[in-house]
Nanobody, 116 residues
Framework: QVQLVESGGGLGQPGGSLRLSCAPS????????MGWYRQAPGKERELVAD???????NYADSVKGRFTISRDNTKNTVYLQMNSLKPEDTAVYYCHALSFSRMEYWGQGTQVTVSS
């Protein structure tokens, strides 16, 4: 079964930057939306940002102006540039993809820790 594979997590400094990448482990087709979710300890998973194949983007209020999502439709890859990191950005970040037929794909998650 095809999964999404995330990379780029780790330790970031407050005010610093990290870049997450996500690519499928195999072929996936007819992908509409791709995005990133995150889950902090003791909290529910929440949408961080997503982008449709047509280029529309959506961001959580907490990351607007700091995070930028981008994708490569030809490779079904998605990226999350995270700037001006805050300790409250600490979470496990999950990549997500949704096909036009409503099939979902998830990654295993990558830990992002923001601390000095």
């Amino acid at each position: 079964q095809v999964q999404l594979v995330e990379s780029g997590g780790g330790l970031g400094q407050p005010g610093g930057s990290l870049r997450l990448s996500c690519a499928p482990s195999g072929m996936i087709f007819s992908i509409n939306a791709m995005g990133w979710y995150r889950q902090a300890p003791g909290k529910e998973r929440e949408l961080v940002a997503d982008a449709t194949r047509g280029g529309s983007t959506n961001y959580a209020d907490s990351v607007k102006g700091r995070f930028t999502i981008s994708r490569d439709n030809t490779k079904n890859t998605v990226y999350l540039q995270m700037n001006s990191l805050k300790p409250e950005d600490t979470a496990v970040y999950y990549c997500h993809a949704l096909s036009f037929s409503r099939m979902e794909y998830w990654g295993q998650g990558t830990q992002v820790t923001v601390s000095s």
